[in-house]
């Protein structure tokens, strides 16, 4: 029997569709689900539009972390829809205030050996508890929950394998962020990230979660890591020893691609705007002035990303420009942060506490200054995301947060010892946390009388029309490489409350790049239009907003160079053709405006052929490709997913 690595080992424990041959489509039974508010509210949509009655999974959960803002009646409303949504189902429910999804579930639900699948992007971060744990959209989310497969291509997996010993100054944010360096926001696309090696001894669980968490900006279907003493000595610390299973890699298991980082060789890294594979050494941009820090979020959310910097911060003052803000990454950890004497050092430095939840990373609130830079410990640094335009975001460990919150300059954190005199703090992982379990709500055991409590934000979803054989129309947007998902659909505090809400989210689509094109998409509403992308198109947040607000205004086909995962799944799932240039240089010979036709279209994506696109405009033909599973052929030609499942019954 073929050694095995940890992912193909996970894949095969959930294998109920296909071959595990990289580039063939799968089918993966899900054991657990997670949902966010930013994002949850559709999967509920859709679970009621499909009449489920309740959900099949061993755990899915609802967190409210996302829009905790509340200036009027909409995310309010919202967070009662779904509270009441989730006990109808059987889905636990995580209320505003109690923290981000991610460390959460990883306190109460992470279990070694479980699949879990999550409508956020991060969810990934449960492969550091050696689970296989991916990000999709909400639509294929609501379909697992009901015990239906979640279909994906298999992977190839990098073996990525880590030796030595961190530095001082130098943390497991550090690590991704080389990861990051070396292969950019592209370079996990169509892959699974696994971890081995001697250096994982000295990682806990926490630091695992860091990058984990991160390989979502690498494009990477998901990262693993292996079971272990670290995973053990975790669910040990939340009072769930019995959760536990060793889960390693076979001696001598091969990997498809490779890596090796030394941890002893690294150094404090920085991603400088605005994206995070732009990664330089801090020392190449120290002596810039900050104005913003913020640390906490799913990618630095432990109790050591918040102790480090108080210790730091004991008996001193952060520099009087600076607005140091701390967003606690759960109610578990500020209470433990509070019972420390974490917290106490951070207020008497001069922070800002605020309550537990994404808050700035999602553009909920926190906004930096116009031209202005932010430090931040988040995972992501996309153009206005912040909701500032123009921002000036760089993402940082929580050692360099520190540093430039002391020094009012973007500064390395080993400079602190060297020329501020301030030693490394030593923080050890407490054998016994303070628990707050009972902050997660169960669901009733029946939820047939439960009523669902919707306000009047709170829209039913569009309906989908099947697959034109025809499509003519105009080119509303020409866009570049790597297009973000908060470019197409934005986040902040005006616009996510609108989620439940998609002809009014609509309005927003694209307001970054073009604020013409709502208005001009309007126009051509009925008839259709094309959007035109470079590399990458679609890459970050999960939310399905980005294609179904477009469905909504008549955009019928993406034409792009390539994909991010999530974004190419969320595009069929809504009905909208992702066509990719069978000749990249085809990208320069269309242009804004220009008119399209594609004809024969029902053939094309039935026998699998090539798609030719005529530019009526410059009277030239283009070839373009679609490879589609025969899954995703049946989806596209009935209009997407929910007219698939209504066809095909569930």
Known sequence: MAQKNVSQKLIESHLLIGKMVPGEEIGLKIDQTLTQDATGTMVMLELDAMGVKKVKTDISAQYIDHNLVQNDFKNADDHIFLQTSAAKYGIWFSPPGNGVSHPVHMERFGKPGKSLLG??????????????????????????????????KMPKIMGVKLTGKLPNWVSAKDV?????????????????????????????????????NMGAELGATTSVFPSDAQTKAFLKQQGRLKDWKALAADPGAKYDLHDEIDLSKLVPLIACPSSPGNVVPVRDVAGKEVFQVMIGSSANPGLRDFAIPALVLKNRRIHERISLDINPSSRQILENMTETGTLSHLIQAGARIHQAGCNGCIGMGQAPATDKISLRTVPRNFPGRSGTNEDKVYLCSPETAVAAAITGVITDPRDLTKKHKIAYPRFKEPLKVTLSPDMVYPPPKEGKGVKIIRGPNIQPLPKFEPLSDKLQGPVLLKLENNISTDEISPAGSKVLPFRSNIPEISKFTFSQVDETFYKRAMHTQKTGSFIVAGSNYGQGSSREHAAL?????GIKAVLAKSYARIHRSNLINFGILPLVFANERDWNGIDRDDVLVIQNIHEAVKKGKDFRLFNQTKNKEIQMKCPLSEHERAVLLCGGLINYMAKNSL
């Open 119 to 152: 409508s956020d992007s991060h969810t990934c971060a449960a492969g550091s508890m050696g689970m296989l744990a991916i990000g999709s959209g909400g639509l294929e989310v609501a379909l697992a929950a009901v015990g239906q497969p979640f279909y994906v």
């Open 176 to 212: 991704i962020l080389e990861m990051l360096r070396r292969h950019n926001v592209d370079g996990g696309v169509g892959k699974i990230i696994e971890y081995y090696g001697p250096g994982l001894k000295y990682l806990t669980a926490m630091d695992r979660h860091v990058i984990a």
């Open 549 to 553: 607000a477009p469905n909504f205004l």
